[in-house]
T-cell receptor, first 115, second 112 residues
Framework: GAGVSQTPSNKVTEKGKYVELRCDPI?????LYWYRQSLGQGPEFLIY????????DSGLPNDRFFAVRPEGSVSTLKIQRTERGDSAVYLC?????????????FGPGTRLTVL | GENVEQHPSTLSVQEGDSAVIKCTYS??????FPWYKQELGKRPQLIID?????GEKKDQRIAVTLNKTAKHFSLHITETQPEDSAVYFC???????????FGRGTSLIVHP
């Protein structure tokens, strides 16, 4: 079946603008994760959803970042007043239930560039 | 929170040699340790994982070992091939948490 998909694949924006990044998880996966990956670094956790609710948003760097998953499937990561330091690849992953040993399947990422 | 250190940052080997990547973790409650392979411009993909009740796990040319006492785990790749060239990430996940912490990655280069 289809894997995790993310759109857009690339996003270039200007400092101060608002952006939305979309993630389509694998159908039936209740757990959804957002990560940020800077060059030469491992994925850095941002937020975790179990169903429609954000079970853990402790990784969001500040209140400019927000994410939703209103129907428990597609999720949108929203970044307000973008800054150059927000430039990174934003990865989404999903797993069947989030329990121990559940494999996380990653999407291809959205490369965000803030000019 | 959990802290994962990964070494080396870059590893260059000749085709056919073995490669070993090491990670240490700080949280003794961590009980799940996945390894991911990320080819250039591609998404991370799980290649092997190990739970804390197991000391070693092998899958063809890939093996992972875990030393809970020392809080370190390693990835071993034997008979390396050029297509093994990629960035490898280790991760550790504490029991009761849904969130893995990733290492900074090791860039493995296999020369033909």
């Amino acid at each position: 079946g289809a894997g995790v998909s993310q759109t857009p694949s690339n996003k270039v924006t200007e400092k101060g603008k608002y952006v939305e990044l979309r993630c389509d998880p694998i159908s039936g996966h209740t757990a959804l994760y957002w990560y940020r990956q800077s060059l030469g670094q491992g994925p850095e956790f941002l937020i975790y959803f179990q169903g429609t609710g954000a079970a853990d948003d402790s990784g969001l760097p500040n209140d400019r970042f927000f994410a939703v998953r209103p129907e428990g499937s597609v999720s949108t990561l929203k970044i307000q007043r973008t800054e150059r330091g927000d430039s990174a690849v934003y990865l989404c992953a999903s797993s069947l239930s989030g329990t121990l040993g559940d494999e996380q399947f990653f999407g291809p990422g959205t490369r965000l560039t803030v000019l | 929170g959990e802290n994962v250190e990964q070494h080396p940052s870059t590893l260059s080997v000749q085709e056919g040699d073995s490669a070993v990547i090491k990670c240490t973790y700080s949280d003794s409650a961590s009980n799940y340790f996945p390894w991911y392979k990320q080819e250039l411009g591609k998404r991370p993909q799980l290649i092997i994982d190990i739970r804390s009740n197991v000391g070693e796990k092998k899958d063809q040319r890939i093996a992972v070992t875990l030393n809970k006492t020392a809080k370190h785990f390693s990835l071993h790749i034997t008979e390396t091939q050029p297509e093994d060239s990629a960035v490898y990430f280790c991760a550790a996940r504490p029991g009761g948490s849904y969130i893995p912490t990733f290492g900074r990655g090791t860039s493995l280069i296999v020369h033909p």
